[in-house]
């Protein structure tokens, strides 16, 4: 596996591997990598003869007072978990290289609509962040497929809109969210939460599926489900963001015609925001 920080050296690897006619595939991370991330690798392995991971802790898609200076970096473990692997490439680029003209020059990507609502609406600037980011890696890295967890499902469909949009051309591959035993999201920030925390954490994901649950039996009152769902989560020791039923097709409200849906949900735990989603047809 080689390690590349310069945004050239990756360029010149690009062009061999163009003339060679490999297949790219590409799984951009934040580091501090578990199984959820590692899927995505073995995914990326299935479909392309080269494979490369990017770890860069975005500071645009981070607001002023999150946890950008407390992101865990883990980098010693994560470069050997993906050598073992057989990952092509590592791409650690560096911020200066990245935002050579300073965050409040750079030029950015947002995708209307989309990044506005639901985690959007509660971490503003948030999805231009990532959209920028994932744009001006994909112009780096020039994959023919990219792979990101559902977990983050509003997250990815900004990506697929973004490169929609602008006629990019590669192909988003979504991949089910790793769990624990215990049904919690696999996160970085799992990371935060001490032992009482990650007790009840899992809770969330409970809920979500209780919630699932009432509705395909044919519970149709949805903001009292809600209300009521967000309550237990409170009783419980959280102090709920949201949760949102929406279309999964347009993360628009849920009309009649809708039979493919999804739940979204943030709540924190302690100081740890955590967040999930659960899709169901109706």
């Known amino acids: 596996m080689r390690v590349i920080q310069d945004i050239d050296a990756l360029r010149e690897t690009r062009r061999a591997w163009r003339a060679s006619e490999e297949e790219i595939a590409?799984?951009?991370t934040m580091g501090n990598l578990h199984k959820g991330h590692l899927r995505l690798v073995e995914e990326a392995k299935k479909v392309s003869s080269k494979v490369v991971v990017s770890i860069f802790v975005n500071p645009l898609q981070f607001g002023p007072d999150e946890d950008l200076d407390a992101y865990p970096k883990t980098l010693e473990n994560d470069t050997a978990a993906l050598a073992a692997l057989d990952v092509d490439v590592l791409f650690m680029p560096k911020i200066d290289d990245i935002?050579?003209?300073g965050i409040e020059q750079q030029t950015f990507v947002e995708v209307p609509g989309l990044s506005y609502m639901i985690c959007g609406a509660s971490r503003p600037g948030h999805f231009r962040g990532v959209a920028t980011i994932v744009?001006?890696?994909f112009n780096m890295v020039q994959p023919n497929h990219a792979f990101f967890g559902e977990k983050d499902f509003q997250q990815l469909q900004v990506i697929k809109a973004m490169v929609t949009d602008l006629s990019m051309n590669l192909i988003i591959h979504g991949i089910p969210t790793q769990r624990h035993e215990d049904g919690l999201?696999?996160?970085?920030?799992?990371?935060?939460l001490d032992h009482e925390q990650r007790a009840i954490a899992p809770l969330l994901y409970l809920e979500l599926c209780a919630l699932r649950d009432r509705?395909?039996?044919?519970a149709r009152n949805f903001s009292e489900l809600i209300a009521a769902a967000k309550q237990r989560l409170s009783d419980a020791g959280f102090n709920p963001d949201y949760i949102e039923l929406r279309s999964a097709q347009t993360l628009m409200q849920v009309g009649h015609e809708d039979k493919d849906l999804v739940i979204l949900a943030a709540a924190f735990c302690g100081k740890t925001r955590l967040i999930d989603n659960l899709r169901f047809a109706i």
Do not use: D, E
């Not at 999201?185 to 935060?192: D, E, K, L």
């Not at 509705?215 to 044919?218: D, L």
């Open 215 to 218: 509705i395909k039996v044919g």
């Open 135 to 137: 744009c001006k890696l």
């Open 26 to 28: 590409f799984v951009p």
């Open 185 to 192: 999201a696999m996160s970085s920030r799992n990371g935060y």
């Open 99 to 101: 935002y050579s003209r």
